[in-house]
């Protein structure tokens, strides 16, 4: 594995995330991310102004803003700021929208308005001159540095899409056989574009809790297949069940609902439904070599960062494990 990341939920006081954040880039941690969901939880880019100023080497995005929350020209903005803060350390992780959409009973945009909102940031944010909803507009005050681009997404489409226009993928899972499942679509897209497929980064998100009591590690990560199960249930509805893998949709059949009021939350009963099967599949638990062959089996299909979804209330302890345990195995190797 070449780069380990670690996510924010914002949920917590500022000055914890930042001993998180300085903590995670002393144990070898290449990459800080922050939740964009601002009914939910505070407001990403103020916590992202305060990593930036709080490490040094750490790069800092969200993960995943979407097109419609913020106008494309408010986000093109603030990354460009933050990259003058930070020295250009920001990258952008975007999606189609989930819990900062859904919670206020809207849906997620479209794959087009997706590329289309990356395309003007990058080029607001390189300070060329667009033509912007019928005016020119340029940001001449960028340090014209285009923050790399990771697009989330499960689909098909968005994949394909995202194999033509991203730097990186984000999939938010760690099953190594759904993984090749969207890589194959990324692939298309890219080979479609002429694009080098190789040159696409791929992240693995998904929480991961270091523990010899398994039952106490699946419970700490087990709202994380529930917090995936908002994408499939979208996916069933727009594809026909042959062209989705049972491995991906089954696991859903037993699901009544979603409250996203306890969105990511550790013990809500949102994750009633979850096997342990689907949370040693899609999350990361038990002793340290264990997460270690995982990360491998991983490393070796294409994944070039595990991004950590720590948020359980024990963020340093293990932290500080990871960092010691894991992080540190593939720094030497």
Known sequence: MREFGITFKCDMPHDRMIKLARQAEQAGFSYGWVFDSHVLWQEPYPILTLLATSTKTM??????????VRDPSVTASLLATLNRISGDRMDLGIGRGDSSRRVMGKRPTTIERLEETVGAIRDLCAGKSLEYEGKPIQMNWTTGRMPPVWVAGYGPKVLRAAGRFADGIILQFADPHLIKWCLGFVREGAEKSGRDFTSIRVMSAAPAWISDDISTARDKVRWFPALVSNHVVDLISRYRPEELPEELTAYVRGRKGYDYLHH?????SNAEFVSDD???RFALVGPPHEHIRRLEELASIGVTQFNIYLMSGDEETQLEAYGRDVVSHFRQA
């Open 59 to 68: 790069r800092l995005g969200t993960c995943v803003t979407n097109p419609a």
């Open 278 to 280: 689907i949370v040693d």
């Open 264 to 268: 990511a939350e550790v013990g809500s």
